[in-house]
C-alpha cells in the first residue's frame, strides 16, 4: 500500500473530537522553518573560494522575511496543548510518568541518532582517509570571513536543527509540572515566566554577563509552553481574545526592534554580522513574535479546522506529521548533499553572487533540488521515528538522566559541530553523550514499527 493510502486510511479513522488544527500547526511551523533556512542559506563560489553565508548579511530587506519564517514558537505551543492532551489522559487512565514519558521520548530521540550517527562516520572517514577536504568561508560572528575545512562546515550546517531537540526534551521532561502550574495558577504561570525572561535580558544587558541570556531558553520557551495548555482549556477562545493577543504582541515587537530605547535588532534569525541575536539565545522580541502568531493564526482556527475536515488536506498533514521529525532534523543535511554536489561538479550554479537577480532567479530549482534530497532522506530514515510496541519502559529516573545526557550532548554539537581536535578528529565525547542518554533510557534501537499519522494527543 502507497504512502498517501496508508495516510487515506488513517484520516478515515480519524475521531471528530481530534482538534485537526494542532497537527496543522505543527507541520506548518516546521515546514517554515525549513523554507527560511533553505532560503537565508547563502552559498556562492567567489575567487575560487566556497562561501556559506545569511542572506541577511546581503540584503537589509531580508531581515523581514524572518518574521514570517522564524515559527518556532508556534511549535512549542502546540507541543503545549499536545502535551497538556496526553498528560491529562495519561492521568485519567491511570499511567504512570514513566509510562507516558517513553511514547514522548521515543518521537524525539529515535529520529536523532541516525542523524548523529552518520554524520560521526562521514566526518571521521572523510577526515581520516581523505586528509583535507578543501578549505571553505564562512562569515563569523564578528563580520570576518575565517577559514574552515570544508567538511567541518557540512557537518555544522547538518547538526545545527538538533538545538530544538535539546529545549524541547526539557519542556517534556517538565510537563508535569508546568501543566500543574497551570491549573493552580491559570495564566499566573505564564506571566511569571515571561516577569522571569524580562529580568534576564535585563541583567544580561546591564552585567554584560552573556551566558545568563541562555536562561532565557527556559523561560522564554517555557511561557510559550504554557500557552498550549491555555489553548487547550480554551482559554484562547474568541476572536475578540486570539486578536488581542495577536495585536498586543505585534505591538511589543515593533517597540522593542525598532525604537532606540531597545538595544534589539529587527531580525528574529541568527543574522553573523550583527552581535546581538534575538534567537540564540532566545530575547523579549521572540516571546513578543510568538505572542503574535499565537494570537493570529488561533484567529483562524475555526474556519481551518472546518477545512481540515477534508480529506486531502487532512491526509497531507498526516503523512507531514508522521515523519516530521525526520524532515526537520535532516533537512540541512539535503541542502549540504545537494550543495557539495554541486560544488564537485564545477561550481555548477554557485558562481552568482548571494542576493544578485541571478542568485534569486535560481532559487526554485534549488528549492527543487532540496525538496527531491530531502524526501529520499525522509522515507529512508523516517521509520525510526515510529515508536515500538510491547517495550516495556525502563524506571522513570533512567529516562529523565538519558534525556538530560542527550540534551547536553545535542546542545554541544548544535553550538560546536562535530569536527574536534582529538580522537578520529571528532568531539567523541560530545557524540557519545545523546547515544549513551538513549541506551540508558532504554530507547537504543534500530527496531521499529510500521506506522503512519500524526503524533498521538
Known amino acids: 500500500m502507497g504512502l ?7 484520516a478515515a479513522k480519524t475521531p471528530e473530537s481530534r482538534n485537526r488544527y494542532v497537527d496543522f500547526l505543527r ?17 556562492y563560489i567567489q575567487d575560487n573560494q566556497l562561501f556559506v553565508s545569511n542572506l541577511l548579511a546581503h540584503q537589509e530587506w531580508s531581515k523581514w522575511l524572518t518574521w514570517l519564517f522564524q515559527v518556532m514558537p508556534i511549535f512549542f505551543l502546540v507541543g503545549g496543548y499536545s502535551n497538556g492532551v496526553s498528560w491529562n489522559s495519561a492521568m485519567r487512565s491511570g499511567k504512570s510518568y514513566r509510562e507516558w514519558l517513553k511514547a514522548r521520548l521515543e518521537r524525539l530521540i529515535g529520529p536523532v541518532l541516525p542523524l548523529l550517527v552518520a554524520w560521526g562516520l562521514i566526518v571521521g572517514l572523510a577526515l581520516v ?7 571553505a568561508k564562512v562569515l563569523g560572528h564578528a563580520g570576518e570571513y575565517v577559514d574552515k575545512p570544508a567538511i567541518e562546515l557540512a557537518s555544522q550546517l547538518a547538526i545545527v536543527p538538533t538545538w530544538f531537540l535539546a529545549v524541547y526534551m526539557l519542556v517534556v521532561l517538565l510537563a508535569p509540572l508546568t501543566y500543574g502550574a497551570w491549573k493552580k495558577y491559570g495564566f499566573g504561570s505564564f506571566w511569571a515566566l515571561v516577569g ?42 474568541g476572536l475578540d481574545k486570539t486578536l488581542a493577543w495577536g495585536v498586543g504582541g505585534l505591538v511589543t515587537l515593533v517597540c522593542l526592534t525598532n525604537l532606540d530605547l531597545f538595544p534589539y ?24 513574535l510568538g505572542l503574535t502568531q499565537c494570537g493570529m493564526l488561533l484567529s483562524l482556527e475555526k474556519p481551518m479546522r472546518r477545512w481540515l475536515m477534508r480529506p486531502k488536506p487532512w491526509t497531507a498533514t498526516i503523512i507531514v506529521n508522521g515523519m516530521i521529525m525526520t ?14 554536489l554541486a560544488w564537485k561538479l564545477g561550481n555548477l550554479g554557485l558562481l552568482s553572487s548571494a542576493g544578485s537577480s541571478q542568485w534569486w532567479s535560481a532559487r526554485p530549482v534549488w528549492f527543487l533540488c532540496f525538496v527531491v534530497a530531502l524526501v529520499v532522506l525522509a522515507l529512508g530514515f523516517g521509520r525510526f521515528e515510529r ?23 545535542l546542545a554541544l554539537l548544535a553550538k560546536d559541530g562535530v569536527v574536534f581536535v582529538g580522537w578520529l578528529n571528532l568531539q567523541s565525547w560530545a557524540l557519545a553523550l545523546p547515544l549513551g542518554g538513549a541506551w540508558l533510557a532504554g530507547l537504543l534501537t534500530m527496531r521499529s514499527r510500521s506506522r503512519t499519522g500524526a503524533e498521538s494527543e
Open 265 to 288: 535588532p529587527v531580525h528574529m534569525a541568527g543574522n553573523p554580522g550583527e552581535g546581538i541575536s534575538n534567537s540564540f539565545p532566545p530575547k523579549l522580541p521572540m516571546l513578543a
Open 387 to 409: 515508536g515500538r510496541p510491547g517495550v516495556t519502559a525502563v524506571a522513570a529516573w533512567r529516562q529523565v538522566v538519558g534525556a538530560l545526557m542527550l540534551c547536553f550532548g
Open 327 to 340: 524532515i526537520y532534523l535532516w533537512h540541512f543535511t539535503a541542502l549540504t548533499l545537494v550543495t557539495g
Open 27 to 43: 507541520a506548518l511551523s516546521i515546514m517554515a522553518v525549513i523554507t527560511g533556512h533553505w532560503l537565508v542559506t547563502a552559498v
Open 129 to 135: 582517509f581523505a586528509g583535507d577536504f578543501g578549505t
Open 4 to 10: 498517501w493510502s496508508t495516510a487515506a486510511e488513517a
Open 196 to 237: 522571569a525572561a524580562i529580568v534576564i535580558d535585563m541583567l544580561t544587558f546591564s552585567t554584560g554577563v552573556e551566558v545568563l541570556g541562555y536562561l532565557n531558553f527556559i523561560f522564554i520557551w517555557f511561557s510559550v509552553h504554557q500557552l498550549g495548555y491555555a489553548w487547550r482549556d480554551g482559554r484562547l477562545d
